[in-house]
């Protein structure tokens, strides 16, 4: 069975620090993996990965995928209490491009 | 501007009420989705379009209905609400033939409560 998992579920950190959030995931024929933010109601995308080893880089936050050991790493530098958000991954799999949702990360920032 | 509209945002209903939740997108895309998401867990797919007159279910079981006449609109019809059904329904969507490059749009989300 498809799955994604992400860890750790819950963060709490301080503004300024950085954060790495995991994402797992063992699928029948891969095809993209996608990176959300979710904050009071709908996601935001942030990033799509294809290609192992290519780091995909928004401002602070940057994402990288190692297909071979079936993970993504999203990662936040120099953390604002704006970052605080649920952080979704997803991974789009099968012959009809479906996806597969994480249970998501919580990330708060305190000031 | 392009975007994905769902109303209403806020629903209370009493158990056993029929109810259609709205979703519209300008975007022109073939794809669409319906999740429904409780708090702090995952997306569950429970129903997609490929386009016009296509609709098909997700994974989780539900007693949903859609329908697909236009391409812009993706209604999702609850025939009798039950307390059990109490959640955010999200309706996205998506390009065709290109996966999900450039990722999935969603709309605001529909929060129902059924009592």
């Known amino acids: 069975e498809d799955k994604v998992v992400q860890s750790p579920l819950s963060l709490v950190v301080h503004e300024g620090d950085t954060v790495t959030l995991n994402c797992s995931y063992e699928v029948t024929n891969f095809r993209s993996l996608l990176w959300y933010k979710q904050e009071k109601k709908a996601p935001t995308f942030l990033f799509m990965l294809t290609s192992s080893g290519i780091e995909k880089k928004s401002g602070r936050l940057s994402s990288i995928l190692d297909k071979k050991e079936l993970f993504s790493i999203l990662n936040i530098t120099a953390t604002q209490t704006g970052d605080s958000a649920v952080y979704l991954c997803a991974v789009e799999a099968g012959s009809n491009y479906q996806l597969i949702w994480g249970a998501g990360t919580k990330l708060i920032i305190k000031p | 501007e392009a975007d994905i509209y769902q109303t209403p945002r806020y629903l209370v209903i009493g158990t056993g009420k029929k109810i259609t939740l709205e979703c519209s997108q300008t975007m022109g895309h073939d794809k669409m989705y319906w999740y429904q998401q409780d708090p702090g867990m995952e997306l569950h797919l429970i129903h997609y379009?490929?386009?016009?007159?296509s609709t098909e279910k997700g994974d989780l079981s539900s007693e949903s209905t859609v329908s697909r006449i236009r391409t812009e609109h993706f209604p999702l019809t609850l025939e009798s609400a039950r307390p059990s059904h109490t959640s955010q329904y999200l309706c996205?969507?998506?390009?065709w033939g290109q996966g999900a490059q450039g990722g999935y749009t969603f709309g605001s989300g529909t929060r129902l409560t059924v009592v």
């Open positions: 379009s490929y386009g016009v007159n």
């Open positions: 996205a969507s998506s390009e």
